[in-house]
């Protein structure tokens, strides 16, 4: 949205100046009283709840034992390492799913962008559907409806067996992996094997952490593929009607003419989708997938520390975005200044 | 007016071949498609249980047909949580009363004053007729409270108690004061910069410690202060840009007849800009109604709740496909219809301005 | 030569009985027009009457609903590949530029040629820079759109266009969107190419350059062609009423 011609007109009868001046800073210094006071109760409240339920203070708690293990993920965690590896285990784990998250999101979205401004009647109307469906049902039941869907695959001794070494069934998806030997690009193939109540070998995805990329993915896809279609249908008639008329063919106009003018319109609301994905991926928690939010979760409840623990989720998360925000605005005024769209 | 927008109608390419082809390939998958989703959904399913059957007849099935048996079954947990049996005509009655309000809030012909006054009267009201203790009725504490009526309850006192914070948010972040500007920057940024899943963690967890030894606060109320807090935020920058929207000759002229600053904000300059909002309005409202799904995270039982915890039952494990398909239709119903009328409303306020 | 080239066509643009709706509202009626090669036309009429509408559809921006519209012994049909052909022969200049905003004036010349035609980069290069200079502003090739004025993007526009030599150019009402000083070089550069000798249909209330430059004046109104003769003829003694009204609204 363009800068605001904001008014700050001054509504109310004329006060001397010395008057006005002195006013504004009495309203001021009453705003910020009142909510000194609010925030020296609760602080005061919240000591003497604290000692009387013997909840320590302070962070120290993250340099003890965690005690918890982390599931099997990329990363090897076990319950001697701190709480504070385990934070950030479970950090890595968010950056993780968000970042492919986002490319999927944003390759899908795209698609389903162009889709809905196709000619051929069934693609624009199926993406339609696609887009209100998954935006009027809430993505914690669209997760849940993944991770019950990913339940009901066969045991791992029944396991589907699509394609040679690679395994599904409700423990998670198994490929092979890739074996190095000595430096030497990959010699040999590593295939997951039936071993006890699972696979053992190869590469593992588990199920919490499909359904949460896969529901976090088609969903954040559909609100992105609003935002494209709302660009391209925002680059002005004319420029579609140049580029046909000099013989460029529907596919050449979208990708040199259309496209790029339309991503300068794109590109900053789906940066806030994007925000928007990270954030959401704190829903992890109701599927149980170690990520930040989980493990906050785990830890206040071990060290019962609930506002050491929750601030300093909130701290990861609100850097995230501010940083994200700030950068988004550099863009803004970058490419105001090189003389942007129509 | 406009056609249809498509790339095709903007500049006619005209049928083709390809086009064609296309057409019936697709259509050709699609019909397949849903013809296998009908024979699950419809031909094979499994609608009734006789008496004490268990749930034999549905695991027979399982792959083949839906089990809509469950749905049949426990609609009335799913609908009302464990609400006492007997005392279920109250919570009904409460759901009615929200949509009547919502249905009348997205039609021109009931606006008024009357209907600002009737989202309080009704929210008082559900709460009122929820809890019992009088006139004979039983009490029922708020733990007992579930499904549909708590997601209504939440979603609509948590917009209706956001408004007024997010006016003065709005108002603040304009401010020339720096101060007040300040608070209300640091405010709206942060909430909008963390997970809404944070703030419930918040009121599950730190609230309990924020307060007074012995005044417990009920769970469902703290919930509700958390989804305040949330969405006044983001309604703050949906009424922030309404305010930028009106022509500075707005406030100009409220200036001019004589009227101070807050008179000139009620009877002038806010209508305006929250006619201009409606759209991200009723968006940021089918959010939160969407967001309230969140609390099964801290035990609380809304409409996702109790579908989730039917599942959990063990004469119903492994349905969660079915269970979750109904409670997802009665989501999409809701979300989809509203966002059709405020379409319209957009409309109908489009040509009213320009008249 | 494909099956829908004919090569006995002495026309360049053979409009026959054709006719157009948009909704209820019928744009052209039975328009009969035919333009050999070399013509220079310029159409005049009062707004709605159907002027604009006619010329898209000699390039298939508008669709015909009835009639038959042949450009260049290729017939227009709502066949994609019937369209791409004539395209490919057919420039058109639109009264708002329609230059893209996030290329350079050069890239806008050879972005068709590259991709259209498949010249070569250096060649389209080549050709974009000779046209650029024809219309005299090869000094703003590597400058973007919204630097240029109105009278430059206008010429940009008409240099893009001449880059996929085309037979014909269809002119919009060229210089309706600028300024009254900018007028005049866009007019010039468009003589210059008359004499030439490509065909040229132009919409235009520009009727001094008419006078200069027409082989065939022809006013349009209600949809139908009311006069279509050489402009000597056309100002002195037009012979519908119409025209005559309309003229002496215009020419003051």
Known sequence: MSQSCAPRVRIGPRVSWRGARAKAIGWQLAVLAVAMALVATVAVQTAINLRARGIASGFDFLSRPAGFEIARGLFSFSSRESYARALLVGLLNTVRVSFLGIAIASVLGLSIGIARLSGIWIVSTVSRAYVELVRNTPLLLQLLFWYTLSQGLPAPSDALNPLPGVYLCFRGLFLPAPIWHDGFPWIGVEAPTLAGFGFQGGISISPEFAALLVGLSTYTAAFIGETVRGGILAVGRGQIEAAAALGLSRPHALRFVVLPQALRVIIPPSTSQYLNLFKNSSLSVAIGYPDLMSITNTTLNQTGQAIEAIALAMAVYLTVSLAVSAAMNLYNRATLRRGGGA | MRPAASLATRVPMFADRTNTIATIALGALLAYLAYAFGQWAFVHAVWRLPADAGSLPCRAARGEGACWAVVVERARFMFFGSYPPGAQWRPAVVCLLFVSVYAASVMRTFWSRWLLASWIAVSAAAVVLLRGGWLGLADVPSESWGGLPLTFLLSTVGFTLAFPVAVLLALGRRSTLPAIRTLSVVYIEVVRGVPVMTFLFMAAVMFPLFAPQGFAVDKLVRAQIAFVMVTAAYLAEVVRSGLQAIPRGQYEAAASIGLSFWPAMMLVVLPQALRVSIPPLVNTFIALFKDTSLVIVIGLFDLLGAAKAVIVDPKWVGFGAEVYLFTAAVYFGFCFVVSRFSLRLERELGRARAA | ?252
């Open chain 3, 1 to 252: 030569m494909n099956e829908h080239e004919r090569p006995e066509s002495q026309f360049h643009v053979d409009m026959q009985a054709v006719n157009k709706w948009f909704g209820t509202l019928h744009v052209l009626r039975d328009v009969t027009l035919k333009v050999r090669r070399g013509e220079r036309i310029v159409i005049c009429g009062p707004s709605g009457s159907g002027k604009s509408t006619l010329i898209r559809c000699l390039n298939g921006l508008e669709a015909h609903h009835s009639g038959r519209i042949v450009v260049g012994g290729v017939e227009l049909t709502r066949e994609v590949k019937t369209i791409d052909q004539v395209r490919r022969r057919v420039g058109m200049v639109f009264q708002q530029f329609n230059l893209f905003p996030h290329l350079t004036v050069l890239e806008n010349c050879t972005l068709a040629p590259i991709r259209v035609k498949k010249v070569g980069r250096k060649a389209a290069h080549d050709l974009a820079l000779h046209y650029l200079t024809r219309v005299r502003i090869s000094d703003q090739a590597g400058k973007y759109p919204g630097e240029l004025s109105g009278g430059q993007q206008q010429r940009a526009a008409i240099a893009r266009a001449l880059c996929m030599n085309p037979e014909m150019m269809l002119f919009d009402e060229p210089t309706s969107a600028l300024d009254p000083e900018m007028v005049k070089e866009v007019l010039n550069t468009m003589v210059s190419l008359a004499d030439e000798g490509i065909t040229m249909l132009c919409v235009t209330h520009e009727m001094g350059f008419a006078r200069q430059v027409a082989n065939r004046v022809i006013f349009i109104d209600g949809g139908r062609i009311l006069e279509d003769n050489e402009p000597d003829t056309f100002f002195r003694a037009p012979g519908h009423e119409r025209t005559r009204a309309f003229l002496s609204q215009v020419l003051h």
